[in-house]
């Protein structure tokens, strides 16, 4: 998506803090979705990212993504603290945290969409497996693939699960 020209500056600024941050402390896919969510900001309007300090920005977006990517959840593969989280980028856990509710409200960032989701964590994430069938809640992990797969085509579960990848 073509970012504004009077925003190149600070995207190229914000986008290097996150793609240096990604490579040491988190990995490509925590990258990837970072600097995803960072492209749509800057195509928001009105655009939150024309005020602002770069590094408090870029906290935002990788607590933002971190949070509903369970980083706080010490049962992860990658896990850390909110002030183990924000230290490298000298930003406070508080203004990481309110910069990061303002990103998740303008990109409507929730558990519930695969967008903002980490593949490694989809399968565990159970809210983005929540289906509706005949008026009741299920999660479809627990359906047959055929029936999983209809759900897939309608976009309302990641993928389907097959019996050889599924979790013992």
Avoid at 32 to 44: F, G, P, R, S, Y
Avoid at 112 to 133: A, F, P, R
Wanted: aromatic residues 10%.
């Amino acid at each position: 998506m073509p970012i504004p020209r009077e925003l190149l500056k600070k995207h190229d600024a914000i986008s290097k803090m996150i793609t240096e941050y990604c490579q040491t402390y988190l990995n490509k896919e925590y990258e990837e979705i970072c600097l995803h969510a960072l492209d749509k900001l800057c195509c928001k309007r009105p655009c939150p990212l024309k005020t602002g300090r770069v590094r408090t920005w870029a906290a935002g977006i990788i607590y933002a993504i971190g949070s509903i990517n369970f980083i706080f959840d010490k049962e992860q593969p990658i896990h850390m603290s909110s002030k183990e989280l924000t230290a490298p980028l000298g930003v406070a856990v508080p203004t990481a945290s309110g910069k990061s509710t303002i990103i998740k409200k303008a990109l409507k960032i929730n558990y519930y969409q695969m967008e903002w989701s980490l593949s490694s964590v989809m399968e565990d994430n159970s809210l983005l497996w929540m289906v509706s069938k005949n008026g009741r809640h299920y999660d479809a992990r627990t359906f047959s693939a055929k029936l999983q797969q209809r759900y897939f085509e309608k976009g309302l579960i990641p993928y389907v699960i097959t019996d050889k990848n599924k979790k013992s």
